[in-house]
């Protein structure tokens, strides 16, 4: 709940300029940059940094031992004027690290809501992270990532910069993705492999049975059919009527710089 007075611990350092909402509670040891502006709520627990320019969304908690809003790890940063935003109801969990953006990447990094960002990942800079995703322990996105709605992130993955993760999908432990999966995708393998879709996150978020068996016929048309994976998609488009096969062909059909993870390919 947000709302009461805002509670600085003496042994924290806010510097002066920073912006902290109602009911913001920083813990011992904490250090909280002149840039910040910390939401109603938030939370810091102890020994979190928060630097740079970096917006924090209403009751985010974050936990100890987590750097939010250092610059870049890309040796083409030069310390231009760039920023973290981050959205509501996030748990950050220890040793987490997000940075800021670069130039070449639009100058921001952005998480979405009720996301769960499991101990020591890390988002680097210019990645777009969408609501409700879940990264586990130690996995890490490249620059530039765009991750969708409801995806998750096994523990000690990666995902190679400039990859896409459509919405849904679901992303096994131990996993280097280098290409991008398409919506309710179920990648797993070292050199990742699109395996499947991930059945139990869609029955998880009461997808109804039609558009589940219509995603199943979906996912056997791209693996089969005949034509290019694009050609496949694009026909998929011309018959379909369910809005999550129609989730796959936008998908598909929007811009990358990346190939395609394809039924029984790997990255």
């Known amino acids: 709940m947000t709302g009461g007075a805002t509670q600085i611990h003496p042994n924290a350092l806010v510097e002066p300029g920073a912006e902290l909402g109602e009911g913001v509670q920083i813990g011992p040891f904490c250090h909280v940059g002149p840039s910040v502006k910390l939401g109603d709520g938030v939370r810091l627990k102890s020994h979190v940094v928060v630097t740079g320019r970096t917006e924090v969304g209403e009751e985010t ?8 809003g250092e610059i870049p790890q890309d040796l083409k940063f030069k310390g231009e004027a760039s920023e973290l935003r981050i959205g509501a109801r996030n748990r950050i969990r220890e040793h987490v690290t997000m940075n800021t953006g670069t130039e070449g990447g639009g100058g921001i990094t952005r998480v979405g809501d009720d996301g769960l960002f499991m101990a020591g990942c890390h988002v680097a800079h210019d990645c777009m992270v969408g609501n409700r995703v879940i990264i586990v322990n130690n996995a890490a996105l490249a620059g530039h ?3 969708e709605d409801d995806v998750i992130i096994g523990g000690l993955s990666g995902v190679h910069q400039w990859v896409r993760i459509g919405r849904g999908a679901i992303i096994g432990a131990v996993t280097m993705v280098t290409n991008d999966v398409i919506p309710h995708g179920l990648v797993q393998a070292p050199r990742g492999e699109l395996d499947g879709l991930n059945l139990i996150g869609l029955k998880r978020r009461g997808v109804a049975r039609s558009d589940i068996t219509a995603l199943r016929a ?3 048309m791209l693996a089969q059919g005949e034509g290019t994976f694009q050609d496949r ?3 998929l488009g011309e018959e379909t009527e369910s809005d999550y096969v129609r989730q796959i062909v936008d998908f598909v ?7 395609f ?3 029984g390919s790997s990255g």
């Open 218 to 220: 979906a996912f056997q």
């Open 145 to 147: 990532c765009v991750i």
């Open 261 to 263: 993870l394809t039924p």
């Open 253 to 259: 059909s929007g811009a990358t710089d990346r190939s």
């Open 233 to 235: 998609a694009r026909r």
């Open 61 to 68: 908690e974050i936990f100890p031992f987590s750097c939010i």
